[in-house]
Nanobody, 127 residues
Framework: QVQLVQSAGGLVQAGGSLRLSCAASGRTFSNYAMGWFRQAPGKEREFVAA????????TYVDFVKGRFTISRDNTKNTLYLQMNSLKPEDTAVYYC????????????????????WGQGTQVTVSS
């Protein structure tokens, strides 16, 4: 198992930027693929982005491509999500998650592949 603790979110105006982080402890961080998900009021939790254990492969949901960047620093056991050009539609609770032993892009995009979850953090984008 790995334990995940997220940074605080925040309130930002449309067009602004915000970086989220997710600190891991416990089982070796570099053995996990990592992902970001979000959940808006009245909606199901949805995939946002994922990164392989080495950081060599990343994948994104279409709506955030070109605006969001997922990265990881295995020496610091930390995952990041850099969010630029934010839109009101991005308002949601954001969750980081870890998937043990996942090797395919398809699996990295599936919520069912993830074993451990952060506590979630609120991101609000005002118009």
């Amino acid at each position: 198992q790995v334990q995940l603790v997220q940074s605080a979110g925040g309130l930002v105006q449309a067009g602004g930027s915000l970086r989220l982080s997710c600190a891991a402890s416990g089982r070796t961080f570099s053995n996990y693929a990592m992902g970001w998900f979000r959940q808006a009021p009245g909606k199901e939790r949805e995939f946002v982005a994922a990164i392989s254990w080495s950081g060599a492969r990343t994948t994104y949901v279409d709506f955030v491509k070109g605006r969001f960047t997922i990265s990881r620093d295995n020496t610091k056991n930390t995952l990041y999500l850099q969010m630029n050009s934010l839109k009101p539609e991005d308002t949601a609770v954001y969750y980081c998650a870890a998937a043990w032993g996942v090797r395919t892009v398809e699996d990295m995009c599936s919520i069912r592949a993830y074993d451990s979850w952060g506590q979630g953090t609120q991101v609000t984008v005002s118009s």
